[in-house]
C-alpha cells in the first residue's frame, strides 16, 4: 500500500519558522515528483510548492511562499521537507503532500497520490 504521511505541523508565531516532512512508503520514491497542497477553511486547494522526480533539480512555488518556503527531498529516506520561513497568519491551513509520476512539474492538483494532511497555525 502507498502511504505518505506528513508530519511537523503545529502552532507557531508569525516570523516563524516551521519544517513540515513527508514520509513516504510504498512507492518508488526518486520516480515521483513530489509535490504541497494546502486548504485553509472556507477556500479551495492551493497549490504550494513542487519539486522534480529524481534529483529534484527544480522546484516551483506559488507566488505568496517565494522567497519564503522551501521545497527539497532526501530519496534515501524518501521523504519530502516543506521548510517554512516568515510564516503569516494568512499561511494557516491543512497542508497535505503528494505525489505524481511526471517529467513535468506544473501547479495543477493532478497528483497520484496524497497524504492525510497536516494542521500548520500562525498566531498573529
Known amino acids: 500500500q502507498v502511504q505518505l504521511v506528513e508530519s511537523g505541523g503545529g502552532l507557531v508565531q508569525a516570523g516563524g519558522s516551521l519544517r513540515l516532512s513527508c514520509a513516504t512508503s510504498?512507492?518508488?520514491?526518486?520516480?515521483?515528483?513530489m509535490g504541497w497542497v494546502r486548504q485553509a477553511p472556507g477556500k479551495e486547494r492551493e497549490f504550494v510548492a513542487a519539486?522534480?522526480?529524481?534529483?529534484?533539480?527544480?522546484?516551483r512555488y506559488t507566488e505568496s511562499v517565494k522567497g519564503r518556503f522551501t521545497v527539497s527531498r532526501d530519496n534515501a529516506k524518501n521523504t519530502v521537507y516543506l521548510q517554512m520561513n516568515s510564516l503569516k497568519f494568512e499561511d494557516t491551513a491543512v497542508y497535505y503532500c503528494?505525489?505524481?509520476?511526471?517529467?513535468?512539474?506544473?501547479?495543477?492538483?493532478?497528483?497520484?497520490?496524497w497524504g492525510q494532511g497536516t494542521q500548520v497555525t500562525v498566531s498573529s
Open positions: 510504498g512507492l518508488t520514491f526518486s520516480s515521483y515528483a
Open positions: 503528494a505525489a505524481k509520476r511526471t517529467v513535468l512539474l506544473g501547479t495543477d492538483l493532478h497528483y497520484d497520490y
Open positions: 519539486i522534480t522526480r529524481n534529483s529534484g533539480d527544480y522546484t
